[in-house]
């Protein structure tokens, strides 16, 4: 329509003034320009740290981050509404370009006393049955990932509950109502304080924490800087602060 190519114009002049902007940054030696990324809810325990690398080196560029579901940050991939999305699990119908950053370990979670039958054994199978199962919302991937278990392992995956964010199902694991899975970047600290017991899962489901981008939107200058510093930081960074992640 008129009125898409008239917005197609209008962003297409505005990206032209940016990247004018950000030359005449990076001929004065100082970085400038904007980037906007979007999360899902359990990147929020692992994005910032290297967010917050890249801002102490280039405090001229500024970051914005948006935290939402797994379905809002498809969409706004697909309207090519940000620069960048931070996913564990990437989108089935569109192609990225994609930079690993750090593996996602999943973990069956707990309460505290509860003892989790070895992962490789019958019994554990039996002790899903019998626990009451709490699921993120649909269209999550970490719920994606528990009903792919359960269906592999031939167990009902009707939830007790079903939360909508992993604080509230790590919240209700603490209190008692139930077993869930979720990546350990979202529990890792609860885990040791002792506030819930975890085991990981990873008989196909281990997918890996990613940065990506929309596969033909531009490397511009800033954006470029900006992936190679991410990876020329990131075994510094998991180093510090996602052990489990260590190769």
């Known amino acids: 329509s008129f009125g898409r190519e008239v917005l197609v114009g209008a962003q297409a002049i505005l990206e032209e003034a940016q990247a004018l902007h950000r030359k005449r940054s990076e001929v004065d030696g100082e970085w400038a320009g904007s980037l906007s990324l979007v999360s899902v809810s359990t990147g929020k325990y692992v994005l910032p740290r290297f967010l917050a690398a890249f801002a102490a080196d280039h405090p001229q560029v500024a970051l914005q981050l948006e935290v939402t579901n797994r379905s809002r940050v498809i969409e706004m991939l697909e309207e090519n509404a940000v620069d960048y999305a931070f996913v564990s699990l990437l989108p089935e119908r569109m192609e990225v370009e994609a930079l690993a950053l750090v593996p996602n ?97 990873n008989e196909g489901q281990g997918t890996t924490w990613q940065l990506i981008r929309r596969k033909g939107k531009a490397l511009t200058p800033l954006r470029a800087l900006f992936e190679g510093h991410l990876k020329a930081s990131r075994e510094t960074i998991v180093a510090a602060h996602f052990p489990w992640a260590r190769e």
């Open 105 to 201: 370990e999943l973990h069956i979670i707990a309460p505290a006393g509860w003892r989790i039958p070895n992962p490789e054994s019958a019994a554990f199978d039996e002790w899903l049955r019998e626990s009451p199962l709490i699921f993120r919302e649909s269209g999550s991937g970490t719920r994606r990932a528990f009903e792919r278990l359960l269906a592999q392992r031939g167990i009902d995956a009707t939830p007790v509950w079903e939360l909508a964010t992993n604080e509230a199902v790590k919240q209700a694991v603490i209190a008692g109502m139930g077993v869930s899975l979720m990546s350990i970047a979202g529990f890792a600290q609860e885990k040791r304080l002792g506030l819930l017991a975890s085991l990981p899962i």
